[in-house]
Nanobody, 120 residues
Framework: QVQLVESGGGLVQAGGSLRLSCVTS????????MAWYRQAPGKERELAAR???????EYADAVKGRFTISRDNAKNTAYLQMNSLKPEDTAVYYC??????????????WGQGTQVTVSS
C-alpha cells in the first residue's frame, strides 16, 4: 500500500508562513494527481489546493494568492507553501494522492494529517 507522510505543520502568528511537505512511497509518483485538504473542528473537510500529474494547479478562493502547491517528482514529494497566514487557516491539513491515466488503478491515498494553528 502506498503511504503519504506529511510534515511541516506547527504554530505560527498571523501573517507568518509555513511550508508543508508530503512524501509518497513507491515509484509511480509522477502519474499522481496530488492535493491538500484541510479540516477545522466542527467543519467539513475542504479542498485547499490541487495539482495534476501534468502540473496544472487550482486553489480554493479562500487561499488563492497566499498558498502555492508544487511537486518534485524526483523526490516523490508535494509541497504547500502557505504565506500571509490567517487564524481562519487553522486546521488539520491532509495530503491526498490519486494515480491518473486510463490504465491507472482506481485508488486514492490519504496522509495522516498535520496540524496548522495560526494565532491572532
Amino acid at each position: 500500500q502506498v503511504q503519504l507522510v506529511e510534515s511541516g505543520g506547527g504554530l505560527v502568528q498571523a501573517g507568518g508562513s509555513l511550508r508543508l511537505s508530503c512524501v509518497t512511497s513507491g515509484n509511480v509518483f509522477d502519474i499522481y494527481a496530488m492535493a491538500w485538504y484541510r479540516q477545522a473542528p466542527g467543519k467539513e473537510r475542504e479542498l485547499a489546493a490541487r495539482i495534476t500529474s501534468g502540473g496544472r494547479t487550482e486553489y480554493a478562493d479562500a487561499v488563492k494568492g497566499r498558498f502555492t502547491i508544487s511537486r518534485d517528482n524526483a523526490k516523490n514529494t508535494a509541497y504547500l507553501q502557505m504565506n500571509s497566514l490567517k487564524p481562519e487557516d487553522t486546521a488539520v491539513y491532509y495530503c491526498y494522492g490519486r494515480p491518473e491515466g486510463w490504465g491507472a488503478p482506481q485508488v486514492a491515498y490519504w496522509g495522516q494529517g498535520t496540524q496548522v494553528t495560526v494565532s491572532s
